[in-house]
T-cell receptor, first 111, second 118 residues
Framework: KQEVTQIPAALSVPEGENLVLNCSFT??????LQWFRQDPGKGLTSLLL?????REQTSGRLNASLDKSSGRSTLYIAASQPGDSATYLC??????????FGAGTQVVVTP | NAGVMQNPRHLVRRRGQEARLRCSPM?????VYWYRQLPEEGLKFMVY????????ESGMPKERFSAEFPKEGPSILRIQQVVRGDSAAYFC????????????????FGPGTRLTVL
């Protein structure tokens, strides 16, 4: 049974520091991995999708890596800004596209 | 190109009533997923549908919950005889296709429907 864990559960950094968010999963037979951002009371915004054959994806200040064999993904956010404050969710997808989510990392970036 | 639409955004029901949640996928998307986020819990998969077909309903409670995605119109998640434990945020997501490792499998989420059962 797949389990997805995100560490840390919460993170507070001063503006300008780099953020490192970790995601681990127990079953390496995943088809893709998606990182999302969720603001309080809002829906999910897709940040990056990494296909099972890829090792990383980049978009602007965001970079996500994937190591299927060790069951890990890391999301890096460079030069954090107060607007980056949100909950970040990692989700692994199976062959049907069904996503299994971690509990999230709540990020606060202080000015 | 409008994103995934959900309505209503907020729904209040008394115990025993029915709740109907609607989801219109992104244009061109024929795959719809419903997820539930209970208070202080993570998002959990409920059901995966294609037009006129339920593909995977392994996350749906066995009773009172049903879902459909008709040939025309939005996908509907229906909860009969609601109880307080049904209070949650219900999210719908759509994708082009859940092809293994394909970018078309990227899921886009709607803003959610927040159901409160009194």
């Amino acid at each position: 049974k797949q389990e997805v864990t995100q560490i840390p559960a919460a993170l507070s950094v001063p503006e300008g520091e780099n953020l490192v968010l970790n995601c681990s999963f127990t079953d390496s037979a995943i088809y893709n991995l998606q990182w999302f951002r969720q603001d309080p009371g809002k829906g999910l915004t897709s940040l990056l999708l990494i296909q099972s054959s890829q090792r990383e994806q980049t978009s602007g200040r965001l970079n996500a890596s994937l190591d299927k064999s060790s069951g890990r993904s890391t999301l890096y956010i460079a030069a954090s800004q107060p607007g980056d404050s949100a909950t970040y969710l990692c989700a692994v997808g199976d062959s049907w596209g069904k996503l299994q989510f971690g509990a999230g990392t709540q990020v606060v970036v202080t000015p | 190109n409008a994103g995934v639409m959900q309505n209503p955004r907020h729904l209040v029901r008394r115990r025993g009533q029915e709740a109907r949640l609607r989801c219109s996928p992104m244009k061109g998307h024929s795959h719809v997923y419903w997820y539930r986020q209970l208070p202080e819990e993570g998002l959990k998969f409920m059901v995966y549908l294609q037009k006129e077909n339920i593909i995977d309903e392994s996350g749906m409670p066995k009773e009172r919950f049903s879902a459909e995605f008709p040939k025309e119109g939005p996908s509907i998640l229906r909860i009969q005889q609601v109880v307080r434990g049904d209070s949650a945020a219900y999210f719908c997501a759509s994708s082009l296709a859940p092809l293994a490792g394909a970018p078309e499998g990227e899921q886009f989420f709607g803003p959610g429907t927040r159901l409160t059962v009194l």
